[in-house]
Protein backbone atom coordinates (compact mmCIF):
# COMPACT_ATOMS: atom_id res chain seq x y z
CA UNK A 1 0.00 0.00 0.00
CA UNK A 2 1.02 3.55 -0.51
CA UNK A 3 1.89 5.58 2.26
CA UNK A 4 2.95 8.64 3.02
CA UNK A 5 4.58 10.38 6.34
CA UNK A 6 5.72 14.19 7.14
CA UNK A 7 6.58 12.80 10.74
CA UNK A 8 6.96 17.15 11.42
CA UNK A 9 3.48 18.65 12.09
CA UNK A 10 4.79 21.99 12.92
CA UNK A 11 8.08 23.96 12.24
CA UNK A 12 9.13 27.34 13.45
CA UNK A 13 12.28 29.05 12.62
CA UNK A 14 13.52 32.46 12.38
CA UNK A 15 13.91 33.83 8.80
CA UNK A 16 17.07 33.49 7.35
CA UNK A 17 17.67 30.41 9.23
CA UNK A 18 17.73 27.00 6.78
CA UNK A 19 14.53 24.84 7.39
CA UNK A 20 14.48 21.10 6.15
CA UNK A 21 11.05 19.55 5.61
CA UNK A 22 11.02 15.16 5.98
CA UNK A 23 8.68 12.89 3.83
CA UNK A 24 9.19 9.09 3.72
CA UNK A 25 6.95 7.34 1.44
CA UNK A 26 5.95 3.80 1.26
CA UNK A 27 5.44 1.19 -1.86
CA UNK A 28 6.11 -1.82 -3.15
CA UNK A 29 6.67 -0.64 -6.55
CA UNK A 30 9.89 0.14 -8.80
CA UNK A 31 8.03 3.11 -11.25
CA UNK A 32 6.47 6.25 -8.87
CA UNK A 33 6.22 9.82 -8.52
CA UNK A 34 7.16 12.31 -5.82
CA UNK A 35 5.66 15.58 -5.90
CA UNK A 36 5.97 18.76 -3.31
CA UNK A 37 3.09 21.21 -3.32
CA UNK A 38 3.19 24.85 -1.09
CA UNK A 39 -0.34 25.97 0.60
CA UNK A 40 0.13 29.43 1.45
CA UNK A 41 -2.66 31.03 3.78
CA UNK A 42 -4.52 31.43 0.37
CA UNK A 43 -5.75 28.11 0.71
CA UNK A 44 -4.27 27.12 -3.28
CA UNK A 45 -2.09 24.32 -3.21
CA UNK A 46 0.87 25.12 -5.24
CA UNK A 47 3.38 22.69 -7.16
CA UNK A 48 6.69 23.12 -6.43
CA UNK A 49 8.45 19.83 -7.80
CA UNK A 50 7.89 16.31 -9.38
CA UNK A 51 10.43 13.44 -9.53
CA UNK A 52 10.06 10.38 -11.02
CA UNK A 53 11.83 6.87 -9.11
CA UNK A 54 14.21 6.76 -11.81
CA UNK A 55 15.84 10.16 -11.19
CA UNK A 56 18.07 10.15 -8.10
CA UNK A 57 19.91 12.98 -8.52
CA UNK A 58 19.08 15.87 -6.14
CA UNK A 59 17.50 19.35 -7.60
CA UNK A 60 18.15 23.03 -6.30
CA UNK A 61 15.92 25.69 -7.09
CA UNK A 62 16.72 29.18 -5.91
CA UNK A 63 16.53 28.70 -2.09
CA UNK A 64 14.98 25.47 -2.67
CA UNK A 65 16.61 22.16 -2.50
CA UNK A 66 15.25 18.46 -2.55
CA UNK A 67 17.00 15.45 -1.68
CA UNK A 68 15.65 12.06 -2.72
CA UNK A 69 17.08 9.07 -1.45
CA UNK A 70 15.42 5.31 -2.56
CA UNK A 71 17.79 3.65 -0.12
CA UNK A 72 15.80 5.19 2.51
CA UNK A 73 12.64 6.50 0.88
CA UNK A 74 12.69 9.35 1.80
CA UNK A 75 12.31 12.96 -0.38
CA UNK A 76 13.22 15.38 2.03
CA UNK A 77 13.17 19.66 1.45
CA UNK A 78 15.14 22.16 2.14
CA UNK A 79 14.56 25.96 2.53
CA UNK A 80 17.97 27.68 2.37
CA UNK A 81 17.67 31.47 4.18
CA UNK A 82 14.20 31.21 4.57
CA UNK A 83 11.83 34.29 4.27
CA UNK A 84 8.86 34.91 6.02
CA UNK A 85 6.70 34.05 2.32
CA UNK A 86 7.71 30.77 3.21
CA UNK A 87 5.24 30.63 5.76
CA UNK A 88 2.73 27.55 4.19
CA UNK A 89 1.70 24.22 4.96
CA UNK A 90 3.71 21.69 2.70
CA UNK A 91 2.69 18.39 1.00
CA UNK A 92 4.73 15.50 0.06
CA UNK A 93 2.45 13.48 -1.77
CA UNK A 94 3.41 9.77 -3.88
CA UNK A 95 1.43 8.28 -7.23
CA UNK A 96 -0.67 5.54 -7.30
CA UNK A 97 1.36 2.58 -9.23
CA UNK A 98 -1.36 1.49 -10.80
CA UNK A 99 -2.74 5.37 -11.49
CA UNK A 100 0.00 8.09 -11.59
CA UNK A 101 -2.74 10.21 -11.55
CA UNK A 102 -3.79 9.08 -8.39
CA UNK A 103 -1.82 11.12 -5.46
CA UNK A 104 -1.17 10.37 -1.57
CA UNK A 105 -0.42 12.92 0.38
CA UNK A 106 1.23 13.47 3.49
CA UNK A 107 -0.59 14.77 6.41
CA UNK A 108 1.55 18.22 5.89
CA UNK A 109 4.45 20.40 7.41
CA UNK A 110 3.36 23.70 8.58
CA UNK A 111 6.23 26.13 8.61
CA UNK A 112 6.23 29.42 10.49
CA UNK A 113 8.72 31.78 9.77
CA UNK A 114 8.78 34.73 12.05
CA UNK A 115 10.71 37.98 11.39
CA UNK B 1 -1.87 30.92 -16.70
CA UNK B 2 -3.44 27.78 -15.38
CA UNK B 3 -6.63 28.46 -13.49
CA UNK B 4 -9.08 26.61 -11.36
CA UNK B 5 -11.53 28.00 -9.70
CA UNK B 6 -13.98 27.07 -7.08
CA UNK B 7 -17.20 28.66 -6.51
CA UNK B 8 -17.52 29.38 -2.81
CA UNK B 9 -14.58 30.05 -0.41
CA UNK B 10 -16.96 29.43 2.58
CA UNK B 11 -20.02 27.67 2.91
CA UNK B 12 -22.03 27.37 5.61
CA UNK B 13 -25.43 24.74 5.60
CA UNK B 14 -27.69 22.91 7.65
CA UNK B 15 -27.28 19.26 8.79
CA UNK B 16 -29.87 17.10 5.93
CA UNK B 17 -29.48 19.89 2.90
CA UNK B 18 -28.31 19.00 -0.13
CA UNK B 19 -24.92 20.89 -1.28
CA UNK B 20 -23.53 21.63 -3.97
CA UNK B 21 -19.83 22.51 -4.40
CA UNK B 22 -18.68 23.32 -7.97
CA UNK B 23 -15.32 23.56 -9.57
CA UNK B 24 -14.42 24.93 -12.89
CA UNK B 25 -10.82 25.00 -14.76
CA UNK B 26 -9.96 26.33 -17.90
CA UNK B 27 -6.75 24.44 -19.24
CA UNK B 28 -9.15 21.96 -21.09
CA UNK B 29 -8.19 18.90 -18.93
CA UNK B 30 -9.51 15.66 -19.04
CA UNK B 31 -8.66 14.76 -15.13
CA UNK B 32 -10.61 16.39 -12.44
CA UNK B 33 -10.52 15.46 -8.84
CA UNK B 34 -12.40 16.52 -5.06
CA UNK B 35 -10.27 16.03 -2.37
CA UNK B 36 -10.90 16.76 1.49
CA UNK B 37 -8.56 18.53 3.85
CA UNK B 38 -8.66 18.05 7.24
CA UNK B 39 -6.04 18.73 9.93
CA UNK B 40 -3.58 15.91 10.70
CA UNK B 41 -5.15 13.92 7.96
CA UNK B 42 -3.78 15.64 4.97
CA UNK B 43 -5.71 15.80 1.69
CA UNK B 44 -7.51 12.65 1.06
CA UNK B 45 -9.22 11.55 -2.26
CA UNK B 46 -12.98 11.77 -2.36
CA UNK B 47 -13.96 11.24 -6.34
CA UNK B 48 -12.07 11.62 -9.73
CA UNK B 49 -13.46 11.86 -13.14
CA UNK B 50 -11.09 11.04 -16.32
CA UNK B 51 -14.29 12.43 -18.80
CA UNK B 52 -17.36 13.79 -19.04
CA UNK B 53 -19.87 11.52 -17.73
CA UNK B 54 -17.17 9.09 -15.88
CA UNK B 55 -16.23 9.13 -12.78
CA UNK B 56 -14.00 6.81 -10.05
CA UNK B 57 -14.65 6.55 -6.41
CA UNK B 58 -11.50 7.63 -3.93
CA UNK B 59 -10.51 6.55 -0.95
CA UNK B 60 -13.36 8.42 1.11
CA UNK B 61 -16.86 8.39 -1.23
CA UNK B 62 -19.70 7.52 1.94
CA UNK B 63 -21.62 10.52 2.13
CA UNK B 64 -20.76 12.31 -1.67
CA UNK B 65 -21.41 12.24 -5.05
CA UNK B 66 -20.07 14.21 -8.54
CA UNK B 67 -21.54 15.03 -11.58
CA UNK B 68 -19.47 15.94 -14.95
CA UNK B 69 -21.50 17.07 -17.95
CA UNK B 70 -18.89 19.13 -19.19
CA UNK B 71 -15.49 18.77 -19.67
CA UNK B 72 -14.31 21.99 -17.44
CA UNK B 73 -16.77 21.77 -14.61
CA UNK B 74 -16.61 19.41 -11.96
CA UNK B 75 -19.29 19.06 -9.01
CA UNK B 76 -19.33 17.77 -5.92
CA UNK B 77 -22.58 16.88 -4.33
CA UNK B 78 -23.45 16.21 -0.24
CA UNK B 79 -26.95 14.93 -0.80
CA UNK B 80 -27.85 15.17 3.07
CA UNK B 81 -24.81 17.15 4.79
CA UNK B 82 -23.92 16.09 8.38
CA UNK B 83 -21.45 17.73 10.73
CA UNK B 84 -19.11 15.43 10.29
CA UNK B 85 -18.61 16.56 6.67
CA UNK B 86 -17.48 19.61 8.04
CA UNK B 87 -14.15 20.68 6.52
CA UNK B 88 -11.85 22.27 3.44
CA UNK B 89 -12.72 20.71 -0.34
CA UNK B 90 -10.45 21.38 -2.56
CA UNK B 91 -10.76 20.42 -6.64
CA UNK B 92 -7.92 19.56 -8.86
CA UNK B 93 -7.16 18.98 -12.53
CA UNK B 94 -5.04 17.63 -14.77
CA UNK B 95 -4.28 16.47 -17.97
CA UNK B 96 -2.98 12.91 -19.07
CA UNK B 97 0.40 12.60 -19.77
CA UNK B 98 1.19 8.90 -17.74
CA UNK B 99 4.10 10.40 -16.18
CA UNK B 100 2.72 11.40 -12.86
CA UNK B 101 0.70 14.24 -13.78
CA UNK B 102 0.84 17.45 -12.01
CA UNK B 103 -2.41 18.50 -10.45
CA UNK B 104 -3.38 22.13 -10.79
CA UNK B 105 -5.32 23.26 -7.28
CA UNK B 106 -8.36 25.63 -6.80
CA UNK B 107 -8.29 27.84 -3.86
CA UNK B 108 -10.52 25.22 -1.60
CA UNK B 109 -13.69 25.84 -0.16
CA UNK B 110 -14.30 25.63 3.51
CA UNK B 111 -17.58 24.18 4.49
CA UNK B 112 -19.33 24.55 7.94
CA UNK B 113 -22.37 21.79 8.24
CA UNK B 114 -24.35 23.07 11.59
Known amino acids: AQKVTQAQTEISVVEKEDVTLDCVYETRDTTYYLFWYKQPPSGELVFLIRRNSFDEQNEISGRYSWNFQKSTSSFNFTITASQVVDSAVYFC????????????FGSGTKLNVKP | DVKVTQSSRYLVKRTGEKVFLECVQD?????MFWYRQDPGLGLRLIYF???????EKGDIPEGYSVSREKKERFSLILESASTNQTSMYLC?????????????FGAGTRLSVL
Open chain 2, 92 to 104: ASSSPTGQGDIQY
Open chain 2, 27 to 31: MDHEN
Open chain 2, 49 to 55: SYDVKMK
Open chain 1, 93 to 104: ALSDPYNFNKFY
